[in-house]
């Protein structure tokens, strides 16, 4: 507490209905609005429950600290089949549990491309007939201690970076990044996309292992902080990280006994492409977050991802059990040609960035996104600031230079977003509807309530009497 | 004209002394404050002869013009003395002229080191009996359309950085970086110094002028731009061009046949050193300055310099005449071990940035920098706002993301800065007083205002009647 101080002129704060700020203004005086919300209806009783449980705070703060203490770095690439346990027909998807019945058309588009890749099928349409009568498995990345930008589509034959928490000892895994256009993830499927997932496979791959054999682990977690100060968010802007990952990694790639034309290729191949980092962000996320989970009475959300039909997120204090709802649209800025019909709901696991206090969580950071997903500068600025009401720290790593080197909101505690009516803020890519499209956009997107509501509630019927 | 708006409170603009705004905010009126202060005295004439000369609006447009759309490129690398006709006694050196007797402790060391390397004495005691009995010749880099930062000194067997500007025609000239800690341009030179520079002649430079010729050139203008919005400002802060840098040249890199341990060595020490774009920002600047030069009746800025003696500065309508004062002391963070009694004065060409509107002038894009030269984030931002009131022009080019994609302030008018008292902000490095120390710190520097009131008076001198 802090005595009142008249030195400075009094100021009226207001909260909740517009009317009153509205009638100060009209007298000339400049209220200063704060947002204020009832709790969302339904959920009081869950709200109760569990401030009532003495779990709650020192489960919150076990899961921030681990959150936001963990030490991700990049140590190899290795086959998904052998890294996950993937058989030839297992496939793992974004976002939470979905069969082929229910999956959306970019989801769709890329497992049925992964199926031709894997050689199950000889086109997309005979992979289509094998995966609606059940000749596959689908299991969510999450499932499997992986995340996956977009469809998320991973299958046993493809690469994919391990990343390894030094300080709680977690692993996370995520598919190397293919590029821009017609990619995968997106949905597309057409020949270039399976012969550049081959090159990844037998080129860039090897050549990558070799290099982190050669000089060690990458630490991830400096890299995402040094590129905080130099515009990016890592999720939809990695510009400046690529950038850092290039200068790490090129004289190790010089090392590894390939030739100069070799390393050219794989250079040319990172470096003709910004978000190559996300790859690396997500999985460095996935690990700090499931270093994050499984702590009784926690309300930290520990994952927020989505498969292009459904919204879902997990809680550190209820385990595995994902709350959804249906995916939302995404609004933001179209690729010529395209439009707001061209455009399949939300989808991709790269909401780990947002869950890990990164992403649009920490847009002050990179103004120029707004160039991407649409918005002014200060409407960056607004998302972040809006984002500590509902996270429990400010983190220790990852800072601002424009907000004075503050630290980017993390920990996103689901009761905050029930009582505030603030949802997490998320900035995304924008898939083709159509299987085969790919890309057709970028923007923000606005998560469900309902999902945070039935993750309390979910956590009050736990809650210690 | 707008008409005047009652639906906001109306508002009192202050301006001079601070007493009326005080009495206002004692009142709980919230005044906004502008910078006014009377002409500099002695300059009154000065201002309204240049204010009468038809000559100088459209000139200033001209200069500004040339300035903005200037293009430069780096196109190759070649030895000093071909470049810039350099005899083996001939040297060149940062700021305006001066003689070996005046020249401070960083630009003796630096010249020595340079003769030492140069064959013309075994070390640097010889080194400066010969420069002090007249048998060496000095002069400023920018009398060859060269630029050198700090100490600045150019030698015969140096290789430059040739710069071509597409639009104009012009060239510029500068060293290669040498990297961090002892280093001649700090006033070092020892036997690491002369290694290295023996180094960048033998090794670097036939590498990266091979590079050039197979890519063809690099769009300094560019990177500047990218850099700006990735939180450089290209004078003290080069992390992010420097990462461009070597994204675009790697590929070339590894095409010139050279193999994979050379390129690897190339690699490792352009990205050890964050400021290697230093010195392909300076000779982009000193491009686009010198193109806007020679204009009669112009009083835009197109040169700030400083030898470690004197801080001078150039007119476009002036021509070659330097109008110099003794160079200030700078304002800053010392390196540890180091203190205010261990700095020289300002001294170096990188100036340059600032007279081109980067560097202090675009400080709010790279809050960052606040950890390098002292000061908070909000400082940054209060600079590059305060340097519209000196300026021209928004550069159309080199944008702010943080200031919703403002240009930047670019176009330093001599009277406006005679006008308003208002002194364009520089940050630099901080070079040790004695020689053979090096880097002592960083920091902020003050020009001295005579030689804007000395370049006005020049100007009024040449005045049309």
Known sequence: MTELDLDEPPAVVTAGASLFAEALT??????????????????????AAVAADPRTGPAAAASVRRLTTARPHWVDVVPAGQALGLGPRDFLHAGPPVSWADAAGPLRGALAGAMVYEGLAGDVAEAGRIAASGG?????????????????????????????DDEYGGRAYCTLNEGLGKVLRYGAYSAEVIDRLRWLERALAPLLARMLHQRGPVDLGSLIAQALQMGDECHNRNRAAT???????????????????EVAEAFRFISGNDHFFLNLAMPAGKAAADAARDIPGSPVVVAMARNGTEFGIQVSGTGDEWFTAPAPTVEGLFLP??????????????????????????????????????????????NTLQMYEITLAEHPVYQMPVLGFRGTPVGIDA????????VPVVNTGIAGREP???????????????????GVRALARRAAP
């Open 26 to 47: 009209a007298q000339a005086a400049t209220p200063r609005d704060v947002q204020w919300a009832p709790p969302v209806p339904g959920t009081e009783d869950g709200l």
């Open 436 to 454: 085969g499209v790919g890309q057709v956009g970028a923007g923000l997107v606005t998560p469900p309530m309902s999902v945070f509501a039935d």
């Open 337 to 382: 040609g395209f439009g707001p019909d061209d455009a399949n709901p939300d989808i991709g696991d790269s909401t780990i960035t947002e869950t890990t206090g990164i992403g649009g969580f920490a847009m002050a950071a990179a103004p120029a996104i707004v160039r991407f997903v649409g918005g002014e500068p200060a409407d960056a600025v607004r």
């Open 243 to 261: 950038s850092l990952l290039l200068r790490e990694i090129t004289p190790a790639l010089l090392e590894t006994g390939a030739g100069t034309g």
């Open 136 to 164: 596959v498995s689908l299991a969510p990345c999450h499932a499997r201690g992986a995340v996956g930008p977009m469809a998320g589509v991973v299958s046993a034959s493809m690469p994919v970076s391990v990343i390894e």
């Open 415 to 422: 009761t905050l977003v029930v009582r505030t009516g603030v």
